[in-house]
């Protein structure tokens, strides 16, 4: 009698594993009457395989979503560019009944679309020097900018000091960190619209 290879001893474990698991989390186990170890052994390769299809096809799908995402980044930020020129904190004032604490980021945009802009939406994403993300947030600005023209907004962001990201976010300077503006949306006075429904 033909032993196992290691393979196949290896497929044998994983396939009782998974009996073993099925019985656990009170699922029926997979019947195990009247087959040999070899179509035991098969019966897991072939799940197996059929496993890292599936999985091939998430990574496939999930590398077309994000090249896709990408190249509409790209072309909106033809449009419209933007970037973080000043990052401050913005601590609590009690004696003006003010008991929330802020991040506040200005930004320095400008229309290069040619077309005059109604609004526009996106993510703004904060890494170290070295594209480890610090925070990202969301961002829309709904103040109307005629083609060419460039403007500044001011925003917010809650400080929650036992939320690391932010923490991070509060007391990295801006010289230590790379802003990439990440836009999915926007919105022409003439009712055209350019990105994600």
């Not at 396939?15 to 698991?21: D, G, I, K, P, S």
């Not at 170290?128 to 103040?143: A, R, W």
Request: proline fraction near 2%; include cysteine.
């Amino acid at each position: 009698m033909k032993g196992l290879t290691v393979e196949e001893a290896g497929l044998l474990y994983r396939y009782v594993l998974r009996t073993q698991m099925s019985e656990a989390f009170g699922e029926v186990p997979p019947s195990v009457v009247g087959k040999t170890i070899g179509q035991l052994v098969q019966e897991q390769r072939h799940l197996e395989a059929k496993a890292e299809e599936q999985e091939a096809e998430q990574k496939r799908l999930a590398a077309e979503a994000r090249a896709k995402e990408e190249a509409l980044a790209v072309e909106l930020r033809k449009a419209i560019s933007l970037t973080v020129f000043k990052k401050s904190f913005l601590g609590s004032d009690y004696e003006q009944d003010r008991y929330r604490d802020y991040i506040v980021i200005k930004c320095a945009y400008e229309n290069t679309s040619g077309k005059d802009i109604r609004a526009f939406t996106g993510r703004i994403r904060f890494t170290d020097l070295f594209d480890k993300l610090i925070y990202e947030s969301g961002l829309t600005i709904s103040d109307p900018i005629r083609a060419g023209q460039k403007a500044t907004w001011t925003g917010t962001i809650e400080y929650n000091q036992f939320e690391d990201s932010q923490r991070s976010l509060r007391n990295a300077e801006l010289t230590d960190m790379k802003i990439v503006w990440l836009p999915s949306s926007i919105l022409f006075a003439d009712g055209t619209k350019l990105g994600e429904e």
